[in-house]
């Protein structure tokens, strides 16, 4: 009991840290734009007789390269090859930084501990993929997955789960003259195992490693590039198998987001706020549960690059409530609202070769 005890203020000592970190440049920043302001309008002076060669870069994008020249590196031409990353839906924390490119590939590792009253959830998702062009991108994601939960059904007993989760495949398109808006389509495969029983009995199907279905999401990112960082707006839907043979149903989900980071020097802190719907209620072996289907996520991370390797720390707070009515025939039930499991992640990302 005593051990369940001392987790929160832990928990509470890393947010606040976190909360410091990050805040700190945002109060900065308008500061930062002010001298920007004064450095834009030289650089606008002096740029002034090079009209002619920055006019075949079209409009839009001439213009950003002139107020931009100079202070923004080789990933300029948009916020960081890390936004808009398949992996950055861990427990709401998100890759929006610099990132690093330039190899063959991409590979991003993002592990995750979410913390629950009954137990604990470890994620690590590495992930590699490759640009095709400048605008298509492909890539594969292979999670491997640790659950473990005490005193199970009220018994004196521990039970834990470990293996590889539903291995997922995705394409990315990017749009705009310097590709600010990215549509991800991700299919998920059942690798991972959905039967797994304890003592003959299966196990809940949140303990499962897989969903036993075929699932899939689409996300949708638009990020806004400024002087002084960046902001990240987006939103997903996510179809997460629905009802396999064990009669275990995971309800769709809908996310809208935005995250905003700040550059200060190779450090990009960020502050981020989403709010996620789940349209139903899971059921388990045909048993409605208990689901939170409103939820705001705040998240604060920090991100660190340099040219060649790239690494994120972050923690993510959900509150949510339950939205009362009618779910596949039964009255859904209502706890109301309050804090959910917290989540801590620490990812990396490098470009080799």
């Known amino acids: ?13 890393v947010t606040s840290g976190l909360a410091v970190v990050a805040s700190f440049p945002f109060i900065a920043a308008e500061r930062a734009a ?35 020249e100079g202070l923004l590196s080789s990933w300029e031409t948009i916020g960081g090859c890390g936004a808009g990353s398949s992996t950055g839906a861990g427990g709401g924390i998100k890759w ?6 330039g190899g063959l590939f991409e590979q991003q590792t993002l ?11 470890l994620s690590l998702s590495p992930q590699v993929s490759r640009n ?6 492909v890539g594969l994601v292979v999670p491997l997955l640790y659950k473990y939960y005490r005193d199970y059904y009220g018994l004196p007993v521990d039970v834990s789960n470990s293996g590889v989760g539903d291995v997922a495949g995705f394409v990315t398109r990017r749009f705009g003259e310097i590709n600010s808006t990215s549509l991800t389509l991700l299919v998920g495969v059942p690798t ?3 039967d797994a029983q304890y003592k003959n009995d299966y196990l809940t199907q949140e303990k499962q490693l897989g969903l036993g279905k ?6 949708l990112d638009h990020t806004i590039d400024k002087t002084w960082g960046l902001i990240v ?16 149903y995971r309800a769709p989900a809908a996310a809208l987001y935005g995250y905003s980071g700040y550059f200060w020097g190779p450090l990009v802190p960020s502050l981020g706020l989403s709010v996620s719907h789940f349209f139903g209620a899971d059921r388990d072996r045909g048993l409605d549960q208990e689901v939170q289907l409103w939820a705001v996520t705040g998240t604060l991370a920090v991100e660190w690059s340099n040219a060649w390797l790239a690494i994120l720390g972050g923690v993510s707070l959900p509150f949510g409530w339950d939205k009362r009515g009618v779910v596949d025939g039964a009255e859904s039930s209502s706890e109301g609202a309050g804090l959910q499991p917290w989540t801590a992640g620490v990812g990396f990302t490098v470009s080799p070769f």
Not at 1 to 13: D, E, I, K, Q, V
Not at 96 to 101: A, L
Not at 132 to 137: Q, R, V
């Open 214 to 219: 075929v699932s899939g999401s689409m996300t």
């Open 34 to 68: 002010r001298q920007n302001d004064v450095r834009v309008a030289r650089l606008e002076a002096t740029l002034g007789e090079r009209g002619d060669a920055l006019a075949e870069l079209g409009p839009a994008l001439s213009l950003r390269v002139s107020r931009l």
């Open 192 to 194: 991972g195992v959905h």
């Open 132 to 137: 095709l062009s400048e605008k298509w991108n």
């Open 1 to 13: 009991m005593n051990f369940r005890r001392l987790r929160a203020p832990g928990a509470w000592l």
């Open 96 to 101: 929006i930084g610099r990132s690093v490119t």
């Open 111 to 121: 592990g995750t501990y979410t913390h629950l009253d009954d137990g604990y959830n």
């Open 233 to 248: 707006l987006g939103g997903s839907f996510a179809y997460r198998g629905g009802e396999n043979e064990l009669g275990n």
